[in-house]
């Protein structure tokens, strides 16, 4: 079927544009579309041109609608464009409002059903698939036949924006971990789509890729899989979990990297317990901390609720465990798939009574797997729970990166003493108790069951406990304790992770942001480098937070705090931490359950800066 | 005239914990003090057993016994988690726990059910005394269907029967004992010691300020005149094993006696009563427990026991050192490892 082309914009006027625009694919889940962009992607990444795909999905499993956002910047630029040049309208539920949001010169690829309704504007290209006839011409077996239907926008698009058709099959190989059979069915289906728009459509667009040499030596991964790799090569022992969107695929990624460690006989040195609940979870880790072993849990914000009794009592009796929350909107229900950065304060203050948590904060694919060794050295050497801080977006979608650094730091037990250690500390200090400070770092030292030694042996409790740690009621007890817990705290500030700075443009105006907002962030800035705005930048990477943020504030006239949630949760936490500083300190916060964008960043700001 | 001591060379005191800060008079403190007689009858090391707990009364009384152990007093309804990590983390260690009937009747009902499915071998102790002490006196889920409590009233509720939903759960040890009865409550803790599984232990301990009237069936009086062992309980540990047919059976008709073989090699002999228990039969064991809980007989003793199913760890396939144990090379893969997964994600 050829287009019609009477009300095509004239196009042969403008530039060829090229790797630097972003699609969105608008499909119903369940329809295996999920493999078609994951090919498209994959595929870019191999042509050499530094992309992004981000998965925007609604709570569903079969029938709704579902967008997936692929934006290629050969700029090197991967945050999510807040407007695609073109839609591959699939979803006949949605087609309508996906071409309106359509630039004009956009692109839209449909199918020739849905284009009958959609066909209103007359300032952008509209290429039609038959996809029920294409489909009729396929041998696939009618069982599959659904799941590769949106093959056919693959075949469209490789043809209409030059992605080659053996680096696609490559791409469904590795997809199909090297069975032919099915990369070859789906590439049928996708030559049939190629040869027929070589022969139907006349291209009106400027839109093409090239290859480049952009992701030479470059991963695509997604952060859970990142951090789960990290956290295998950080020792982990036991995981407790249990399933929850947008968390669950970081202990399938432990699950598929469990066998780097395991022995000549097939042993496990990690054992993964899917629990009950997320309660169980925390309880699990929480008796595995306690005991000597590197204990996980990955989970997102009502997991986080369920946690909040162990996180208090593990923050008192100071127990090393780790904790992922792999943010999501909260609460339970509505937006559960969508991401956010909400939780950073209900995650910091978890616990009831005085509670500070650690937080660990990364904001990209290096630092999810960075923290996920990094924060069992800090949990067991600071004896308490560390919080990694994550989102869905860094999460669940594949994001560019360097590859990663092997841990340069040996693993860090912290202050555990052995039967012989806990004798030189008699004999040196008179008496080992639980909670005493020696060191005067706010750090004790711990004996794990199973010491054999006859003093080794103490009793765990959360509050109501002396240096010995033995009950106690007394006031003075408690309030020495608290005293050593917030020594503790101003310990840990230097020790974790600290912020990355760049006041490299000497600007009075700094930007201050955390977690994944870096990408939009980083865009934004150059933007209004060609305005002529210069700022400075620091990202925080932990909490507590360290000085270097409050000296960052000080040394600025104008500062802005960029945050993905509603009520501007960093910018309060400033507030607490840094009251003194604060008067020209300005919340940039939006929570619209979508990745943050730059022309979000760069209109607020201007508009702010004036 | 020194103190008797046991095979380690260290006498009773040495198994103790500190002060019971419990009323005086209270179950839960007869069930510690049989905890540390067994403990320095079987010459147990402290430092391999730790002991936790949930919240409440019963929960506090880890610290009064076994000093020598690490104790762990955690959250309300939540020690089985607890101990599922520490017992992953050092699948060597032992471990005593102490919960109560608001403990995993109420609150702690799931992780109760899900411990006992995963089979963590560990000593689950129920002191019930079907009421909540600590906060002054309400009913718990164990309570009588119309008893009457001086604060709450009459209880319209039936009773959750703790020993039948462990045998429903798949718990491999189940037993029901009263604190009053020091001599059964001593056999099965050393049979639960040495069960690798799950032992429940649901033991009847009254709360002598709140629930001891005679009407209760959770009372001192009660107990005393109502108890119903289903047999007397021996355990014969495995070096007297060889000796087991010599062991004086006493009055007893052959076929009036039940060796359970343990998988220690030990066996719990028990003589038979009035009836025909047999605790290795699980339809026995759901009816005679179902029928106690109609006619209001307060059957004790092993009620339940198998061979018990692969353990957690054994599940998990765990290397044979202590996971808390491993060193920095079984810990951290190598840099070639880590180069060969980031080789396998590159573009080409």
């Not at chain 1, 992605?163 to 069975?179: E, H, T």
């Not at chain 1, 504030?553 to 604060?582: C, T």
Request: with cysteine.
């Amino acid at each position: 079927m050829a287009i019609n082309l009477q009300s095509q914009p004239k196009v042969d006027t403008r530039e060829p544009v090229i790797n630097d625009f972003a699609f969105s694919v608008a499909t119903k889940n369940g329809s295996g579309s999920q493999t078609s962009n994951n090919v498209l992607v994959m595929s870019l990444f191999r042509m050499g041109i530094p992309v992004n795909g981000k998965n925007l999905f609604p709570s569903n499993i079969k029938g709704l609608p579902t967008w997936y956002t692929i934006r290629a910047s050969k700029d090197g630029y991967t945050a999510r464009k807040a407007i695609t040049e073109i839609v591959v309208a699939y979803n006949d539920g949605t087609a309508t409002e996906d071409v309106a949001n359509l630039p004009p010169g956009g692109v839209c690829i449909t199918t020739d059903k849905i284009a009958r309704v959609i066909k209103q504007r007359d300032d952008i290209s509209y290429y039609e698939i038959p996809v029920a006839k294409l489909m009729r011409q396929t041998d696939v077996p009618s069982a599959f036949r659904k799941l590769v239907e949106n093959m056919t926008y693959v075949g469209a698009v490789a043809k209409l924006f030059d992605i080659p058709l053996d680096l696609i099959y490559d791409v469904l190989l590795a997809n199909f971990k090297g069975k032919e059979k099915p990369a070859k069915m789906n590439h049928d289906v996708i030559k049939l789509a190629y040869d027929w728009t070589a022969e139907n459509i006349e291209k009106t667009d400027p839109y093409r890729f090239e290859s480049m040499d952009g992701t030479t030596g470059k991963i695509m991964m997604t952060g859970n899989d990142a951090g789960a790799l990290g956290a295998v090569f950080g020792g982990v022992n036991v995981v407790a979990w249990y399933p929850i969107t947008p968390s669950t695929s970081f202990v399938d990624g432990i699950i598929n990297f469990r066998h780097l460690r395991q022995n000549e006989n097939k042993e496990n040195t990690i054992a993964i317990v899917q629990a009950e609940d997320e309660l169980a979870a925390a309880g699990i880790v929480t008796g595995a901390g306690w005991a000597g072993s590197r204990a996980l849990t990955s989970t997102s914000g009502p997991g986080i609720s369920l946690m909040a009794e162990f996180a208090g009592l593990a923050y008192f009796a100071e127990i090393p465990a780790v904790f992922w929350n792999i943010t999501r909107m909260g609460p339970s229900t509505g937006l559960p798939t969508r991401t956010s950065q909400g939780d950073l304060l209900f995650t910091h203050f978890l616990g009831h009574g005085d509670s500070r948590q650690l937080c660990l904060l990364p904001g990209n694919l290096k630092e999810a797997f960075e923290f996920g060794w990094k924060s069992f050295d800090l949990a067991e050497a600071l004896q308490s729970p560390v919080f990694v801080i994550s989102d869905l977006d860094l999460g669940m979608n594949n994001w560019l990166s360097d590859p990663f650094d092997y841990p340069d730091q040996p693993i860090d037990r912290g202050k555990v003493l052995d039967a012989a250690q806990l004798q030189s500390f008699i004999d040196e200090h008179g008496k080992w108790g639980r909670y005493m400070d020696v060191d005067g770092d706010g750090i004790p030292y711990r004996t794990v069951p199973g010491t054999d030694h006859p003093f080794s042996a103490y009793f765990a409790r959360g509050t109501g406990h002396d240096v010995m740690a033995t009950y106690s009621e007394r006031s003075d007890d408690w309030v020495e304790n608290m005293h050593r817990l917030r020594q503790k705290m101003d310990t840990a500030r230097e020790k974790l992770p600290g912020p990355i700075i760049d006041d490299s443009s000497r600007s009075d105006i700094g930007i201050v942001t955390f977690g994944t907002n870096e990408d939009a962030v980083r865009e934004a800035r150059d933007w209004l480098a060609n305005d002529g705005i210069q700022t400075d930048y620091l990202r925080v990477r932990a909490l507590p937070i360290a000085s270097a943020v409050g000296d960052f504030i000080h040394s600025h006239k104008s500062v802005f705090v960029i945050e993905n949630n509603f009520d501007g949760q960093l910018n309060q936490l400033l507030h607490i931490e840094r009251p003194e500083d604060i008067s020209h300190v300005r919340s940039l916060a939006l929570g619209d359950g979508l990745p943050m964008t730059p022309s979000w960043i760069y209109e607020n700001l201007k508009e702010q800066e004036g | 005239m020194p103190p008797r001591v046991n095979q380690l060379g260290l006498s009773r005191n040495e198994y103790k914990g500190r002060p019971s800060t419990l009323c005086p008079g209270c179950g839960h403190d007869s069930i510690s003090n049989q905890i540390i007689s067994i403990a320095y009858e079987m010459g147990i090391e402290q430092h391999k057993f730790i002991k936790v707990s949930g919240i409440g009364c019963s929960s506090k009384t880890p610290a009064y016994f076994l000093g020598g152990s690490h104790g762990f007093n955690a959250l309300h309804g939540r020690m089985p988690s607890v101990v599922t990590g520490a017992l992953l983390a050092n699948k060597e260690l032992s471990c005593i726990a102490v919960s109560g009937d608001g403990d995993s009747g109420s609150i702690g009902m799931g992780q109760f059910k899900h411990v006992i499915r995963r089979n963590v071998p560990f000593v689950y102790i129920i002191e019930n005394n079907g009421v909540y002490g600590l906060t002054k006196g309400q009913f718990s889920a164990t309570a009588d269907e119309g008893q009457f409590l001086k604060y709450y009233g009459l209880n319209e509720m039936p009773p959750i029967d703790l020993a039948l939903e462990a045998v429903i759960s798949g718990a491999s040890f189940v037993a029901r004992s009263f604190s009053g009865d020091a001599k059964q409550v001593r056999a099965l803790l050393q049979a639960a010691i040495r069960h690798q599984g799950t032992a429940v232990l649901d033991i009847i301990s009254p709360c002598v300020t709140f629930n001891n009237a005679e009407t209760s069936t959770k009372s001192f009086p009660y107990g005393k005149d109502n108890e119903v062992p289903l047999h007397e309980i021996q355990i014969l540990a495995p070096d007297y094993v060889d000796a087991k047919e010599e062991i004086e059976v006493g009055d007893y008709e052959a076929g009036d006696v039940i060796d359970v073989e343990m998988h220690d090699g030990s066996f719990i002999r028990l003589k038979k009563l009035d009836n025909d228990h047999d605790p290795r039969n699980r339809r026995m064991a759901i009816d005679v427990l179902e029928q106690s809980l109609r006619e209001q007989i307060f059957s004790t003793g092993l009620i339940y026991y198998e061979e018990p199913r692969p353990t957690l760890a054994d599940t998990e396939a765990l290397v044979s050192t202590p996971l808390a144990r491993l060193d920095e090379a079984s810990l951290r893969p190598s840099k070639k490892a880590l180069d060969s997964v980031m080789r396998g994600l590159m573009a080409g």
